[in-house]
């Protein structure tokens, strides 16, 4: 607590919706702006308005207290809008990734009970969504709906949006809203209750096939509250570059309403181009951004840093979602440090099933190769792993969370829900994170590896093996498979995807194997995790106990590749 105020460390976490929280926050600086998406810019007062209105649009629906609603989508206004108009009803949003099947988004809207969904026209599969989801309405946006008329002309001459024949159940996004025209006195806001859901974000947990995380208003809050009181200076009219997808736990809790709760105006950059982020943070200057450490390598790297532009503006330069090496480490403070940024990176760590964030560095008080220390509404702590036997300072063990903002539980999944979250002999509930690592006197955490075979790629993107394995495995030829994380030979840290395939016979060729498993990887698995190489063996190597040897395939690719790294 050395790092937090006192008037920090007196802070009460509100019962309150975040659609109250967010409104209480900014009802009265209705003329600030609060999200600039493109050339244009939408005020507090305008999205204050279209959240009434789109609530009594979802209203007209039939949309009530208790209800989820399915998005397929990115973070763009219309989502922003979304998830607060139907927090205002009580209900809340199902968010998945627009890339997704249509088989799986099927199967998280019955899993959620969902008979609405709603969803973008550029990416997602929408007239195969229209013909076979079991929906009551199907709701349509695109990328441009918020975009100043000179972008939405551009676009439309390049036709990047689906044609789609409207009707009584397929609703165009400006048709939807025109139902709550002049009903918006007819809602009423649902008081905040304790444990009620705000949104649900999927995640693959600490392992296995992605599960839908459900968070509370409680976690919601918490994470803006933890910004809010973390020491950090916030100003009405700094900017926050949001580069986080909405689908994510990180992109909707952390990067959506945590700068809103604080009147931030944010800047959303609805499909993230990481070659790009030296002309993103050059265009829009912004005082506070979260990314993660291959961001910042490519910013460091970028042709609009080649001229000595300074970043004097950063107030923070958030890092999450992997740790880095020493190296790695030192290059970018250096870099930022000779640049005018007035604090070294704000490294920090967090997971799904706490809303998102968990601990930070603020204001320079770093530790080398530390993720930070706790934010102010989580307590963490090292336990002994498998047991609830808490260890002590510097001792290594698996890192455990708890705190207000712990997820209610996975969606339908009461097995998994037990496995993550614990309850100790005192009766407090935590998070059993399955990260080794530990914690020194000062309270700053130290990342020391996985305890399960997640894999952490180049830009934090965590994989989860059993997936695509389940998905390999599904193909006759195919008599054994093991997906592991070998060395990145592209990027400075994380790893690459890989795939080992041991076949049953070999009357068909491996070329032909191997196109055939990438076509079913594309039909069930989102592109950005499909293993980037795939090779074959005669034989899985085992360990004594007859499980694959995970660990001696990863060194056995990397040792085949060293000498090729080396020539290149």
């Known amino acids: 607590m050395q790092f937090f105020t006192e008037e920090a460390q007196k802070a009460v976490l509100p019962k309150e919706s975040i659609y109250q929280h967010m409104l209480k926050i900014n009802t009265d600086h209705r003329d600030d702006i609060a999200i600039r998406y493109f050339k244009n810019r939408i005020t507090y007062g305008k999205l204050l308005d279209d959240i009434d ?35 205002k009803l009580g209900a809340a949003p199902l968010v998945l990734d627009p890339r997704d099947s249509c088989i799986h988004i099927q199967e998280f809207m019955k899993s959620a009970n969902s008979r609405i969904v709603v969803t973008m026209t550029v990416t997602a599969p929408v007239k195969e969504m229209i013909q076979e989801l079991d929906a009551d309405y199907i709701i349509t946006y695109n990328a441009a709906n918020s975009m100043s008329s000179g972008l939405v002309k551009w676009i439309a001459k390049r036709k990047m949006a689906i044609d789609v024949q409207y009707n009584d159940r397929v609703l165009e996004w400006n048709s939807f809203m025109e139902l709550g025209y002049g009903h918006e006195d007819e809602v009423e806001t649902v008081d905040y209750s304790e444990f009620e859901l705000a949104g649900i974000a999927l995640t693959g947990g600490t392992t296995g096939a992605p599960k ?58 609805p499909k993230f181009d990481s070659d790009q ?126 705190g207000p903002a712990l997820m209610l539980g996975y969606l339908n999944n009461p ?109 069930e698995i989102e592109s950005s995790v499909i293993p980037k190489t795939m090779q074959f063996v005669d034989e899985m190597p085992h360990t004594g106990m007859g499980k694959i040897d995970y660990l001696k395939l990863e060194k056995d690719y990397d040792a085949m590749t060293e000498p090729v790294a080396a020539a290149n």
């Open 53 to 87: 209105q789109c609530a009594a649009a979802f209203q007209a629906l039939g949309v009530k207290k208790g209800d989820i609603v399915t998005f397929c989508t990115i973070t763009i206004p219309e989502f922003v809008v979304s998830l607060y108009a139907l927090n």
């Open 212 to 269: 839908g995380v459900m968070f509370s208003n409680d976690g919601f809050n918490a994470v803006a509250m933890d910004f809010q009181y973390c020491g950090v200076e916030y100003d009405r009219h700094h900017r926050f570059l949001n580069i986080i997808p909405a689908f994510a736990s990180y992109g909707i809790v952390a990067n959506l309403h945590m700068p809103l709760s604080l009147g931030l105006e944010m800047i959303i950059i």
């Open 277 to 402: 982020v030296g002309k993103y943070i050059r265009e829009y200057r912004p005082q506070h951004t979260l990314m993660v450490p291959a961001h910042y390598e490519k910013l460091m790297n970028s042709k609009e840093m080649k001229d000595g532009f300074m970043l004097d503006f950063f107030v923070t330069a958030g890092s999450g979602g992997d740790t880095m090496n020493a190296g790695l480490e030192a290059k970018l403070n250096g870099f930022l440090k000779e640049r005018g940024a007035k604090f070294p990176l704000s490294q920090g760590y967090g997971m799904s099933e706490v809303s998102s964030a968990a601990c930070c560095s603020c204001n320079g008080n770093f530790r080398s190769l530390s993720v930070g220390y706790p934010l102010l509404m989580n307590t963490m702590g090292i336990f002994k792993p498998g047991t609830t036997e808490e260890l002590g300072y510097n001792e290594e063990g698996e890192i455990c969370i708890t």
């Open 415 to 523: 097995a998994e829900t037990e496995k993550i979250m614990v309850k100790h002999p005192d009766g407090t509930v935590w998070i059993h994170s399955g990260d080794l690592g530990s914690i020194d006197e000062d309270g700053f955490i130290f990342i020391k590896g996985r305890i399960k075979r997640m894999i952490i790629m180049f830009n934090g993107h965590k994989v989860f093996p059993t997936f695509i394995e389940d998905v390999l495995g599904k193909h006759p030829d195919v008599m054994s498979c093991a997906v592991v994380g070998v060395t990145d030979r592209e990027h400075a840290q994380g790893k690459s995807v890989h795939a080992v395939i041991q076949l049953k016979n070999h009357e068909r060729t491996e070329e032909e194997v191997q196109a055939e498993l990438y076509d079913l990887m594309g039909q």
